[in-house]
């Protein structure tokens, strides 16, 4: 289970693992606001970044998401072309967004 706050570059992440039991017990609590994706990490630079390929509704959308120790590497690091658009700040391409309404167009 992951727990996220915040928003933008620098956010808070907690994540722990259920028992079987617990998730069977939560997880009708996420209906009608569940994604369909697979990730996949690639090493880029020294770093491990996660891709995410997405299917269902969003098939089709791919988001590339590189976490940083220090604020100081984020900023030194040069993403490659093929990650596409800088869409950190855009709310549109969050979990919870993607979920609950779809992808939007731009």
Excluded at 22 to 47: M, N, Q, S, Y
Excluded at 95 to 106: C, P, Q, T
Aim: with cysteine.
């Amino acid at each position: 289970m992951t727990v996220k706050s915040g928003s933008g570059a620098t956010r808070t992440e907690l994540e722990w693992e259920l028992v079987p039991a617990i998730f069977d017990l939560l997880w009708p609590l996420a209906e009608g606001r569940c994604i369909d994706k697979t990730r996949h990490e690639v090493r880029v630079d020294g770093h491990t970044a996660e891709l995410d390929l997405f299917g269902g509704a969003l098939d089709g959308l791919r988001l590339v998401e590189v976490e940083f120790a220090t604020d100081e590497a984020m900023a030194a690091f040069v993403p490659p072309a093929w990650f596409g658009p800088e869409v950190t700040d855009d709310v549109r391409y969050s979990n919870a967004h993607l979920a609950v309404h779809g992808l939007e167009e731009s």
